[in-house]
Structure formats: C-alpha cells, structure tokens
C-alpha cells in the first residue's frame, strides 16, 4: 500500500458457544483462530490456518468448528482445504482440499444431513467445482465439475439449488443439471444477487433478490420466472433499500 494509506484492519468472523467466543481473523499473520472466555475475555487458546483464510464461514457444528481456507489464490495452482477444528485445543481433526478459488464472496457451506455442499471457481472459464463432504468421516464424497454455479443454498428431496444471476438446480442421485436459469438486465449483464435466495418447498417457489430493486420469484420445478416485483429504494445507491432489509 501506499505510505500514506494505513494498513487494513483485521476483520472477524465469530460464532459464539455458550461462556465462549470463536474468532477468526483474516489480515494477520502466523496465530489467526483464537478461543477466548466471555467472561473475562481471556485467550483460551490460539491456532493457525492457512494464510489465505477466509473470513467466512466459521461454523460451529457438531461439535467441531468447520473452517474454510486458501492456500494458493493463483488460477493455476488455486486451491484450499475445508477442515474441522477441535474446540477444546484448537487442533485439526480432519482436513479435505478444495481445488479452484473462493470466488469474489466468501459464503457459508449448505450444510444438510451431515453433508456439507461447497462451490469453488475452476480454473477454466465458466466452470465451478462442488463438492459433497461427509462432515462425520471428513471425506469428501463428490466432486464434480459443472457449468458456472454460485453457492448452494436449500436441498429438499436430494435436489440442491444454487442462487446467483444463473439459479440452478442439481439431481445429488442422478448428478445432473434438472435446469438452469440466467437472470440479466436489461442490457444483458447478470443481476447482481447480493444474498442468498429462499426457498419455498411447500409452494414449490424460489425468492431471489437483485441488489436494488427487484424481487424474483422462481419455479422451483423449471426455473421459469413466475413473477418480478418491483421495490425501489429511496433512491439509487442508497443503503437502506427495503430489499436490503428483506435479506
């Protein structure tokens, strides 16, 4: 940076579990996942993930604490691994690597029936590897390689859905694409999705919102668009839009 431009500060990513906090940290080096008492704010513990961590997800589940990391960000050699952490020492319990990039957003996994769903970007262009993890054993169960994805979001009857500006729905069993959408502007460039969409399985319908003024509703069957409503802020730009407040 600059020298007149002060250093990024380190951002969090936190989950809380009864007298104690979990704490993530990108933008520090060696010693970046701490345990500390809420009581007295004390350091229980402090371990160390692969530099290129990422500052989400932390999850607490099971009993583990499942972290996502990088270990080499460039197109050629980009990979990561998905771990769980034991929380009594900070120790890793198992590890799987994830090939491909985080992509710009770092989500959370779709965790569903022991079984954690996570996207990565390819290496070639428009394609995005998903993996399926066996959160007991820590092994990874599938892996495919598929037309560009966003994150999973909901899995009911072993179908996953995937959010973004190209929704799209995927057979677990059958290991195949049942449809995919591709939601654009007017001008042709994909909707800006800044969450993840819900799913309605009892209508059978999917809730996707564009960052600043439209409400998708899908077919959770073929994907078509149902309807578009209309929810424009007070302006253009600004931050308290009552889509935002949606999410």
């Given at each position: 940076?600059p020298?007149?431009l002060?250093?990024?500060?380190?951002?969090f990513?936190?989950?809380?579990?009864?007298s104690?906090?979990?704490?993530?940290?990108?933008?520090?080096?060696?010693?970046?996942?701490?345990?500390l008492?809420?009581?007295?704010?004390?350091?229980?513990?402090?371990?160390?993930i692969?530099?290129?961590?990422?500052?989400?997800?932390?999850?607490?589940?099971?009993?583990?604490l499942?972290?996502?990391s990088?270990?080499?960000?460039?197109p050629r050699?980009a990979?990561?691994?998905f771990?769980?952490?034991?929380?009594?020492?900070?120790?890793?319990?198992?590890?799987?690597?994830?090939?491909g990039?985080?992509?710009?957003?770092?989500e959370?996994p779709l965790?569903?029936?022991?079984?954690?769903?996570?996207?990565?970007e390819?290496?070639?262009?428009?394609?995005?590897?998903l993996?399926t993890i066996?959160?007991?054993q820590?092994?990874?169960?599938?892996h495919?390689?598929?037309?560009?994805?966003?994150?999973?979001?909901?899995?009911?009857?072993g179908?996953?859905y995937?959010?973004?500006?190209?929704?799209?729905?995927?057979?677990?069993?059958?290991?195949?694409?049942l449809?995919?959408?591709?939601?654009?502007y007017?001008?042709?460039v994909?909707?800006?999705?800044?969450?993840r969409?819900?799913?309605?399985?009892?209508?059978?319908?999917?809730?996707?919102?564009e960052?600043?003024?439209?409400l998708y509703?899908?077919?959770s069957?073929?994907g078509?668009?149902?309807?578009?409503?209309?929810?424009?802020g007070?302006?253009r730009?600004?931050?308290f839009?009552?889509l935002k407040?949606?999410?």
């Amino acid at each position: 940076l600059p020298k007149d431009l002060p250093a990024p500060a380190p951002t969090f990513s936190v989950v809380i579990d009864g007298s104690y906090i979990y704490a993530l940290v990108i933008g520090k080096e060696r010693e970046n996942l701490f345990k500390l008492r809420l009581s007295d704010g004390q350091t229980v513990w402090a371990a160390s993930i692969d530099k290129y961590v990422q500052g989400v997800p932390l999850v607490l589940y099971d009993g583990k604490l499942l972290v996502r990391s990088r270990v080499s960000p460039w197109p050629r050699d980009a990979h990561g691994y998905f771990q769980a952490v034991n929380p009594e020492n900070g120790g890793v319990l198992w590890r799987v690597r994830i090939e491909g990039t985080s992509g710009a957003t770092d989500e959370l996994p779709l965790i569903a029936s022991d079984r954690a769903y996570l996207t990565s970007e390819a290496s070639s262009p428009e394609t995005t590897h998903l993996y399926t993890i066996d959160l007991r054993q820590g092994r990874v169960l599938d892996h495919q390689v598929m037309h560009q994805i966003d994150s999973a979001f909901a899995e009911h009857q072993g179908i996953l859905y995937f959010g973004g500006d190209k929704p799209a729905a995927f057979d677990v069993i059958r290991k195949q694409i049942l449809w995919q959408a591709h939601l654009t502007y007017p001008q042709g460039v994909g909707i800006n999705v800044p969450k993840r969409p819900l799913l309605d399985p009892i209508r059978e319908e999917i809730y996707l919102g564009e960052w600043e003024q439209d409400l998708y509703v899908l077919s959770s069957r073929t994907g078509q668009v149902k309807e578009k409503v209309y929810i424009r802020g007070y302006w253009r730009g600004e931050f308290f839009s009552p889509l935002k407040a949606f999410f």
